[in-house]
């Protein structure tokens, strides 16, 4: 299983970013995730995506940001809109393998595949 971020810049507050993450050899059953790690700064669930569809949004981002999958382009994308601040992080990709509970989804427990980050800047 390889991941490939991309997508980051920088941008305004207020604009809008799409992440990508190209995966190779993903199992169906997997969830696929973001997550961000800002300067020092712990790396923080954003969103995830289980294999039946059930998507799940971190409180601080719920009504800006939306993840989707393109199961047959093997890819994986975070819309983000209304970019603040505080979203300045460097962007992770990452997959389970399979598939698991909400509660285990929301850490970085389950994922055992990760890219290699892309950085997205907010200027004020």
């Known amino acids: 299983v390889q991941l490939q971020a991309s997508g980051g810049g920088l941008v305004q507050t207020g604009g809008s970013l799409r992440l990508s993450c190209a995966a190779s050899?993903?199992?169906?059953?997997?969830?696929m995730g973001w997550f961000r790690q800002a300067p020092g700064k712990e790396r923080e669930f954003v969103s995830t995506?289980?294999?039946?569809?059930?998507?799940y949004y971190a409180n601080s981002v719920k009504g800006r940001f939306i993840i989707s999958r393109d199961r047959s382009k093997n890819m994986l994308y975070l819309q983000m809109n209304n970019l603040k601040p505080e979203d300045t992080a460097v962007y992770y990709c990452?997959?389970?393998?399979?598939?698991?509970?909400?509660?285990?989804?929301?850490?970085?427990?389950?994922?055992?595949?990760w890219g290699q980050g892309t950085l997205v800047t907010v200027s004020s």
């Open positions: 990452a997959a389970t393998g399979r598939d698991y509970i909400y509660s285990a989804l929301v850490t970085t427990s389950p994922y055992g595949y």
């Open positions: 050899g993903m199992p169906s059953s997997s969830a």
């Open positions: 995506r289980r294999s039946n569809g059930a998507t």
